[in-house]
């Protein structure tokens, strides 16, 4: 059964997220968003978070200008996977962890490896 959560609670747990990342990898972070929707773009009901940018791996000379990257993290499919307070937390601790990786340059197939899948 489906958490109940509402945005404002489930926007705390992705600051606390945030929090727990450390502070020398958020020093590298360029240029980035953290955004919080309730649901993904249709045809990607299942989607928990979406990293939209350019890698900081792949960045250039001539990247410059440009709108931020956007990490955003979806309540709605990530309370429907969930079956407590508690799942929702780890959940949302993880999928940050999973965007925030994109960021830097890591691809799918490389967090399943490491257990980020």
């Known amino acids: 059964m489906p958490v109940n959560m509402s945005r404002e609670r489930f926007e705390e747990l992705v600051g606390d997220a945030l929090d727990e990342v450390p502070n020398e990898l ?4 360029n240029n980035v968003v953290f955004l919080v929707e309730d649901a993904p773009p249709d045809g990607s009901e299942d989607l928990l978070g979406l990293y939209e ?3 900081l791996t792949d960045r250039g000379w001539d990247y410059a200008g440009t709108l931020p990257d956007r990490i955003t993290i979806y309540r709605l499919p990530t309370l429907q996977v969930c079956d407590s307070d508690e799942d929702v937390v780890e959940e949302v601790a993880i999928t940050v962890v999973h965007e925030i990786a994109h960021h830097f340059g890591i691809d799918d197939q490389r967090l399943h490896e490491l257990g980020w899948g």
């Not at 958020?26 to 972070?29: A, E, I, K, R, T």
């Open 26 to 29: 958020l020093s590298l972070m």
């Open 53 to 55: 940018g350019t890698a």
